[in-house]
């Protein structure tokens, strides 16, 4: 089968565990204290206005964006739940969620997952701007500033990652994260779905969320050219504003170097976002392979039935 004719499959790491996205469905697995792998599956609901965006360029981009958050954050909330109770006292679970924030309670998990992403970017785009203000005595001229703007976003950016991967359990989501992209590189590289085969394969991958974040710094940081600087509160103003366009840009950016990764000379463009994947993945150990594993093929089951 010819790479161009596959189903382009997407995932995400969560709490002990893999989702990963399809057509039709969305499924976690995830490791449960007595060794044993646990499924959440989601069927996908269309939506006529998001599919509408979906073929739109530069809007399909916040679609996605958009739809990940908010189906991400449910597939974290089962994971964040079940992956510590001991599958003979479920019953605990639900105790569990009665205890859940009244924020989540009243917005549910999908629209709290897409106004945290949207708050995060918000003061990932707001505060290097304001940083950067107070070096004008030094770094007086637009460009100047907007350089400095983006070194700052990217050391924060850098330092965020780096500093919350050294706790245990982010450490395991990263852990996760590389089952997660060597399962869909064993995928795209035909080869069946084994531990072994599994494990051989890069722990990155050129469609990463990760290289989507580093995207938006670069691609942000030449937008900011075309607008002002100058008064604090207009350039903060513009930087917000300007959050869709960015997003919409560094999404066809990502799909583009995406499509050149096989091109000796053009491959080099998503080269930065690989180099960031460095941080944000680690090598998995061949029990949470199986765990990615497991809810692939459970994907490729329920895909396969619906078709």
């Known amino acids: 089968m010819k790479e161009e004719t596959k189903q382009i499959y997407g995932g995400q790491a969560v709490v002990e565990g893999v989702m990963f996205g399809g057509r039709e469905y969305t499924v976690t697995a995830i490791r449960r204290k007595d060794n044993s792998i646990d499924y959440f599956r989601l069927p996908r609901h269309n939506n006529k206005m998001l599919d ?54 009243w917005l ?5 997952g897409i106004l945290s992403f949207i708050f995060g970017k918000v003061i990932f785009t707001a505060v290097p701007a304001v940083l950067a203000h107070f070096t004008k005595p030094v770094f007086s001229s637009d460009m100047a500033q907007i350089l400095v703007e983006s070194v700052i976003k990217l050391i924060l950016l850098l330092s965020y990652i780096y500093f919350v991967s050294l706790t245990p359990i982010i450490k395991r989501v990263f852990q996760y994260h590389g ?35 580093l995207f938006t710094v670069i691609v942000g940081m030449f937008i900011y050219f075309l607008v002002p600087t100058d008064p604090l509160w207009v350039r903060v103003g513009y930087r917000i504003l300007l959050i869709p366009v ?62």
């Open 52 to 105: 509408l965006f979906k073929r739109i360029p530069f809007l399909r981009g916040i679609a996605a964006i958009l739809y990940a958050s908010s189906n991400g954050a449910k597939h974290l909330n089962f994971s964040t739940e079940r992956f510590d109770t001991d599958p003979n006292d479920d019953e605990a679970i639900g105790h569990k969620k009665e205890e859940q924030s009244k924020l989540t309670m």
């Open 108 to 112: 549910g998990a999908a629209t709290v």
């Open 179 to 213: 089952a997660e992209h060597k399962v869909i590189n064993a995928y795209e590289n035909n080869l069946p779905l084994t531990v072994e085969n599994v494990q051989k394969q890069t722990r990155l991958h050129y469609r990463c969320g990760s290289s989507f974040i």
């Open 246 to 307: 960015v997003l919409g840009i560094s999404f066809e950016v990502l799909q583009f170097t995406n499509r050149l990764r096989n091109l000796p000379v053009l491959r080099f463009l998503g080269y930065p976002g690989l180099w960031l994947q460095l941080l944000t993945t680690k090598e998995p150990s061949d029990d949470q392979v199986e765990v990615a594993i497991a809810s692939f093929n459970e994907l490729l089951r329920l895909e396969n039935a619906k078709n």
